[in-house]
């Protein structure tokens, strides 16, 4: 049996994430924050799956509640193939009103936590595995929407690109995917106007589908090659 991790795994990015792993015959082990109720309906969507889907409560935002997590999932697998680290968070707010706990909980979220995830996991980590870190072009491109935000997913790149040292010999690639706008909950409740103004900086003109940024981790659980990369999954966003 193959085993996987993806953080933040029962809504969006990270649902289509879990879904090409489990098709491909990993057990997976996922966690969510707070919303038990959706948690509940991916366990019930993907009850054919449900012997190799393991989903626990785990809010990263909390050191001792993602070592439970962790914890868990050493106890369970006899090894690890590949870590998706997908869970981010943003405050919309202006920057300048940014309280201390509000920074330091967002890049506990995106950065932190999921190096402490890699590290404390280091040792069940086989051979020939994959790292993908979920990025952002926020992380790429400056953007004044949410500094912590764009400053945690930058952070997120250098860690897939440091993290390839760590691994060198093994086979294991660490890599780091950046996607544009998704089709997520999150940017389906933006305003339509808002939406119009993402459309025009996009040569593509609409979001991405879940599906093509869940294609860009499968692209990476193929391809022994790649490794220390930051893919831009953007539909040629320009920040303009």
């Not at 831009?232 to 966003?237: D, L, M, P």
Request: net charge neutral; aromatic share 10%.
């Amino acid at each position: 049996m193959k085993y996987a991790v993806v953080t933040g795994g029962t809504k969006g990015i990270g649902l289509g994430i879990v879904k090409v792993l489990l098709e491909r015959g990993f057990h997976v082990f996922t966690n969510y924050a707070r919303d038990k109720e959706s948690a509940e309906r991916v366990g019930q969507e993907l009850e054919q799956w449900k012997e190799r889907l393991s989903i626990v409560q785990a809010d990263q935002s909390d050191k001792e509640s993602f070592t439970r997590f962790v914890q868990f999932v050493k106890s369970k697998a006899e090894s690890i193939s590949c870590i998706v680290c997908n869970a981010g968070m943003t405050i919309r707010k202006s920057n300048m009103e940014i309280t201390d706990e509000q920074w330091e909980q967002v890049m506990q979220v995106a950065v932190n936590s999921h190096f402490y995830l890699i590290r404390d996991c280091y040792e069940m980590i086989e051979p020939d595995s994959r790292i993908i870190f979920i990025g952002s072009m926020m992380g790429v491109l400056p953007h004044g929407t949410s500094l912590p935000y764009g400053v945690s997913k930058a952070a997120v790149h250098a860690l897939a690109k440091n993290l390839v040292k760590e691994f060198e010999g093994t086979g294991t690639t660490v890599n780091a995917i950046a996607p544009g706008f998704v089709e997520t909950e999150w940017q389906k409740n933006k305003p339509q106007n808002i939406r119009e103004n993402i459309y025009g900086k996009t040569a593509i003109k609409r979001f991405a589908a879940v599906d093509e940024i869940a294609n860009a981790v499968a692209f990476c659980l193929d391809n022994q090659f790649v490794n220390g990369s930051v893919i831009e999954v953007s539909g040629g966003y320009c920040f303009k």
